[in-house]
């Protein structure tokens, strides 16, 4: 706060003190707390609203785990399902998580390899037209991007029909199906808050480090096992709980790419809330989803070994 003042003066700081508590207060705080009150009542007509029918309860948690049965969970696409005794709503709410990680674990994948050349091996002089080929596709909003996808991943699609025509396969491949082109969309839509945080982690890093540990004889595979990715686990950490907590939240994307036979908790909440019109059960059902993400985040930390001021970073 002293820095602020220093900086920008006790009347400018004051500013940016009042608008940043007002954005707080107004639209993350008070919205919230009415929901989690909301989400301990019973839904009810307006006219029985503060009647004997209105009082605090669990029943809208409890919601969660009725209706049980014998219920199949896909752990992984193209793999045979698990059945388990369950609802179908636990069911739903274990596949987002399930495939959330998953999304997660193919975006590091896919991004760390991206991120060590942008910020030791690319040269200085083109990272900066890299960084804007990558960032185009951010100029177009998320719902497009999504049934462009959509288009691309159809059965007579560009994307089977330039397989078909290179003669990699000889019959189309059904892209839509399961969660297989909610996993891609997801991984399309997302990938750049993973790569971005990575990026900023190992440009951090000596060069200095990374040549010691080749004269002293490490292969690659070590440098960056005892090296580079101890020093970017901020940057890791912080972005695996961005792609998972933007994957587990999702509802544009499940909702143009997923087939019939994959659902995402998201859609259930949208169900309850605007379809069923019970904001009740909605806001109980939105809840859960944070608790899964405040639990991912506390995970994240205890596994990298870094504070929450680190993955803010």
């Known amino acids: 706060m002293s820095e602020l003042v220093r900086r920008y003066g006790l009347g400018l700081s004051g500013v940016f003190v009042a608008l940043t508590a007002f954005w707080l207060l107004m639209l993350v705080i008070l919205p919230d707390l009415y929901l989690f009150e909301n989400s301990f009542r019973p839904y009810l007509p307006v006219v029985e609203t503060g009647g004997p029918k209105d009082f605090y309860s669990l029943n809208n ?69 890299l960084f804007l080929v990558l960032l185009i596709p951010l100029w177009v909003s998320e719902i497009l991007r999504c049934f462009a996808l959509f288009i691309i991943l159809s059965l007579k699609g560009p994307l089977n029909m330039s397989l078909i025509g290179l003669g990699i396969i000889q019959d189309p491949i059904h892209w839509i199906s399961d969660f297989n082109s909610v996993i891609i969309g997801l991984v399309y839509v997302y990938i750049l808050f993973m790569l971005f945080p990575i990026y900023n982690a190992i440009q951090s890093l000596d060069s ?3 040549e010691a540990a080749r004269d002293l004889g490490a292969p690659w595979w070590r440098t960056h096992w005892r090296v580079i990715m101890p020093h970017s686990k901020p940057g890791i950490a912080s972005g695996c709980v961005m792609v998972f907590m933007l994957s587990a939240g999702s ?36 809840f859960l989803l944070l608790l899964l993400c405040i639990i991912f985040v506390s995970l994240m930390m205890s596994v990298f070994r870094v504070s929450l001021t680190d993955i803010a970073k």
């Open 208 to 210: 200095n480090q990374i």
């Open 251 to 286: 509802l544009f994307v499940p909702s143009v790419l997923g087939s019939t036979h994959s659902r995402w908790f998201t859609e259930v909440i949208q169900q309850w809330m605007f379809e069923n019109q019970d904001w009740n059960t909605g806001a109980a059902y939105a």
């Open 61 to 129: 948690y409890l919601n969660f785990h009725s209706d049980l049965g014998w219920q199949n969970l896909t752990l992984f696409p193209g793999l045979p399902q698990i059945s388990m005794y369950a609802s179908i709503h636990e069911v739903v709410f274990l596949e987002t998580i399930v495939f959330s990680s998953l999304v997660t674990i193919l975006c590091f994948a896919i991004t760390y390899p991206i991120a060590y050349f942008l910020a030791k091996v690319a040269n200085p002089r083109s990272v900066g037209t």
